[in-house]
């Protein structure tokens, strides 16, 4: 039988992880979180997507519960700004997990703002 599927999102920038910014994202590439989340979660599938582009992300929004169970998305700057994709998680019905690697809430007020909070079932 098939692993349960969890689906990673993640949007711009954060492909740039380990390099960007260091002081506050950390200076480890995601590749290698996800050698550990492979490992540390063997009976689950997980799945990882990034991209920049607001239209792909809604597109891969759309279309994970073909594949998923769930999802867990970091949307990056998208997160305060984009309608868009609030609608394209409101439109699935699996669950959506909203994470950061910062703090969103100690940080700039235009970061303060979450578009997809109320919209998940949890958010760290
Ligand atoms: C971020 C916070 C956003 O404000 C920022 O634009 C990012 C990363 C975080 O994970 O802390 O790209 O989503």
């Known amino acids: ?45 997980l799945g990882y997507y990034q991209s920049n582009h607001e239209g792909d992300l809604i597109d891969c929004i759309q279309e994970s519960p073909t594949s998923y169970r769930g ?9 305060h700004t984009s309608v868009a994709i609030r609608d394209a998680l409101t439109g699935i019905q699996i669950p959506v997990n909203e994470v950061h690697l910062s703090n969103i809430y100690a940080r700039e007020d235009f970061r303060r703002v979450s578009m997809i909070k109320d919209v998940c079932v949890s958010s760290f």
């Open 1 to 45: 039988m098939q692993k349960p599927g969890i689906l990673i999102i993640h949007g711009p920038n954060l492909n740039m992880l380990g390099v960007r910014q260091p002081e506050i994202y950390g200076n480890v590439s995601f590749e290698i979180y996800l050698e550990e989340l492979h490992a540390a979660f063997d009976e689950v599938r």
């Open 71 to 79: 999802i867990i998305i970091n949307p990056g700057a998208y997160t």
